[in-house]
């Protein structure tokens, strides 16, 4: 039988809330949402552990459900069950096959790459990947890998037959990130997730299944969108024509954001026809994430209470699929930063991330370009490359914002070239434009609305086209604020800036515009 390891669940009788364990894992096995069981008891004697493993092993087959033994092999030997689930510290792969009936799939789990490399060489037929995240139902020997410590595992796994199921702390609201940022650079996705609590300790155990199978199915579909407009004109159009919508429908962008910049960041967010809203209580964001159109999370002064604000926000900005604009500024500057910006990517999923190259270098831990504080020391010898590459590993648009701008979906690669020096002069350029991209993200989303699919992080806007508004909106406006003759210096630019931000339309843009679409 070939095994289907989509829905892979483990049982924990000390979970159950209340119900009694055969009618809780009936109502969850009786239906075509759980794949595989995995029947762990951890502090059950042997008799015990065989009396329900019989009764678990009759129950699977009535519905044609295999049924994994954790840990036993004799157990396993004894039931005829599909498979064996080995820890590292159990038998080795290759005893155990010979205690076992030909056939009997063998499973392992693996929290490194050293040890998914093992398995691999070692013959199991798949590999429990995780702790994904911190779980209660298992005490946790190693540190969660996070979700994008999982591609390089799955990356091990190129060329084999050798099945991946991810484990720990997944439940149907984290599990649509998962899925979209569990992927290797090969596009080695997950085989299966495994799921504890989020099922057993469930009072509807199959409606909960029933949930989690939709998200994991629909996440099939999930690629970056091929069908956006391609040539070179048509993305310009289309980020003229995000311009106009956001003077239309005057989106909220709520924006946690940089304290140095924020006033000018929401002046700036006005003078393009959107409405800013400044907030940062962890309190908030469910509430405010219902009624924004994107979400800004700029780290350039990051404390652990706005923290603890952008982990919230950004997980009920994806769970009412709203975009994300995330900002890593001045990443390469502390460990506190690093540690804290792979929180945020490991809750959730960002539709553009926006940096110097500076910062882009310490995402991806490139020694090519390094950061001086919030500035950029250095460039990369083929930026379009670049952010093709990080666009294809990150799951969204790139922006790497310098002299020459680059914009990358994974498949497009644009260059902008407009800007005037002063712009980089000021304080808080880069944060302004952070601002510019979500408030056209924020047009984008509300442009391309598809409630089929619950497992899009996003609606699916053409994002690329509003990261491309958002900069040539900003680098336009600077060029012609520079030519006024009230403008001196830096201190007279930036309110000129603005102005000209909020006078600028669609004709002048591509008048201006210098845009160049790669291949």
């Known amino acids: 039988m070939d095994v289907d390891y989509s829905l892979y669940l483990v049982t924990d009788r000390s979970l159950l809330p209340g119900k009694p364990y055969l009618e809780s894992l009936e109502d969850t096995a ?3 949402s759980v794949t595989v069981v995995q029947l762990r008891e951890k502090h059950a004697d042997t008799a015990e552990f065989l009396r329900i493993a019989q009764e678990t092993k009759a129950l699977t087959d009535k519905y044609n459900v295999p049924l994994i033994i954790n840990d036993r092999v004799d157990i396993a030997c004894a039931v005829k069950a599909r498979g064996v689930h080995l820890g590292q510290s159990d038998l080795p792969i290759a005893v155990a096959r010979t205690l076992l009936p030909a056939g009997t799939i063998i499973g392992i789990s693996c929290n490194s790459v050293e040890e998914v490399r093992r398995a691999r060489d070692a013959g199991a037929d798949y590999v429990g990947l995780g702790a994904v995240w911190d779980t209660q139902t298992k005490t946790l020997t190693n540190p969660p890998v996070g979700v ?66 939709t998200i994991f199915d629909a996440s099939k579909k999930i690629d970056i969108p091929t069908s956006f407009a391609s040539s070179q004109e048509e993305i310009l159009d289309g980020a003229l024509a995000l311009s106009d919508a956001i003077r239309k429908s005057r989106p909220i962008v709520h924006q946690i954001t940089n304290v140095v910049v924020a006033n000018q960041s929401a002046n700036m967010t006005l003078a393009l026809g959107a409405s800013p809203i400044m907030a940062t209580a962890p309190e908030e964001m469910s509430d405010l994430s219902k009624i924004s159109g994107a ?139 952070g601002s510019c991209i979500a408030a056209f993200c924020a047009a984008a989303n509300a442009s391309a609305i598809d409630e089929q699919n619950p497992s899009q992080l996003t609606r699916g806007g053409d994002f690329l086209a509003a990261a491309v508004g958002g900069i040539l909106t900003l680098t336009v406006a600077s060029e012609l604020a520079a030519k006024r003759d009230d403008v001196h210096g830096m201190g007279t630019f930036l309110p000129a800036l603005i102005d000209e931000v909020s006078n600028l339309r669609p004709e002048v843009i591509r008048q201006f515009a210098k845009v160049t679409r790669l291949e």
Not at 149 to 168: C, F, K, P, W, Y
Not at 184 to 212: C, F, K, Q
Not at 326 to 333: K, Q, R, S, Y
Request: a positive charge.
């Open 148 to 213: 994008r410590g999982l591609g390089a595992m799955l990356h091990e796994l190129d060329g084999t037959n050798v099945r991946a199921v991810a484990i720990g702390g997944i439940k149907s609201s984290n599990l649509a990130r998962l899925l979209r940022g569990a992927v290797s650079e090969t596009n080695h996705r997950l085989d299966g997730v495994a799921v504890v609590s989020d099922i057993v300790a469930s009072l509807d155990p199959g409606s909960a299944a029933r949930r989690l199978r």
């Open 295 to 433: 979400l800004l999370v700029n780290i350039g002064t990051l404390v652990n209470s706005t923290l603890d604000g952008m982990l919230k926000g950004g997980f009920f900005a994806n769970s009412f699929k709203k975009p994300v604009v995330l900002d890593p500024v001045g990443l390469g500057a502390s460990s506190f930063r690093k540690g804290s910006l792979h929180k945020l990517l490991d809750t959730w999923q960002p539709t553009v991330i926006k940096g110097n190259a500076g910062e882009l270098a310490a995402l991806v831990n490139s020694q090519e370009a390094t950061g001086r504080g919030v500035d950029s020391v250095g460039g990369f010898m083929n930026p379009a490359e670049v952010v093709r590459a990080m666009a294809n590993k990150e799951r969204c648009v790139i922006v790497l914002s310098g002299k020459t701008d680059y914009v990358s979906d994974g498949h497009r690669v644009v260059a902008i070239d407009n800007g005037h020096p002063l712009l980089g002069a000021i304080t808080g350029s880069g944060c302004m434009l």
């Open 30 to 32: 009786a239906l075509p």
